[in-house]
């Protein structure tokens, strides 16, 4: 099943020096959520449509293509944004499990994102100890001064998602996954 994350693969994936595991995760649906804005500390709602869910996936794979590279950091980095390859390379990756290789809608208007997890210990956590993603959707100025509104910065690898009506990574996918990673 695509959608839940069962189906994975290693590939050689051109930014890293060795084999990804590949694996593709529900990000974001149409719902209401209620969380709390990181600036001023107090609750606020996001009401996310299935325009928005395309928005996010147009503006994400645009991004993309104009040679961004959006993160999968563990657990929400406030530095973790999309960075020019330039940048990247010179940016300390400590806190970064791998990167969004693209996003797509699916029949139901889910927000699909395929992640690129470079590293095989953190890979092997999925499903167990990790179980979950959360977009950072927020808007801002690339390094070529083009801007990007309300698109998403990061997916956060995480346990404690801020968009809770998401699916987890699949069960399933654990015992696979031990075949890429060991």
Request: aromatic letters at 4%.
């Amino acid at each position: 099943n695509l959608l839940t994350g069962t189906r994975h693969f290693v590939l050689k994936c051109p930014q890293h020096r060795g084999p990804a595991v590949e694996v593709r995760k529900e990000i974001i649906r149409p719902s209401t959520t209620v969380y709390i804005e990181p600036k001023t500390g107090l609750p606020a709602k996001l009401v996310v449509t299935a325009e928005t869910v395309r928005h996010l996936a147009d503006q994400g794979n645009a991004m993309l293509a104009d040679g961004l590279s959006i993160p999968v950091p563990l657990e929400h980095q406030p530095d973790a944004r999309p960075l020019t390859q330039s940048e990247r390379a010179a940016h300390n990756l400590r806190h970064n499990a791998g990167w969004v290789t693209k996003f797509e809608v699916d029949k139901d208007n889910h927000l699909i994102a395929s992640l690129d997890i470079a590293d095989k210990d953190i890979a092997s956590k999925l499903p167990g100890t990790i179980k979950f993603t959360s977009p950072w959707i927020n808007s801002f100025v690339d390094g070529k001064g083009k801007k990007w509104d309300g698109v998403i910065s990061h997916v956060a690898l995480t346990t404690r998602p801020r968009i809770v009506k998401q699916e987890p990574f699949a069960p399933s996918m654990a015992a696979a996954l031990s075949l890429v990673t060991n």
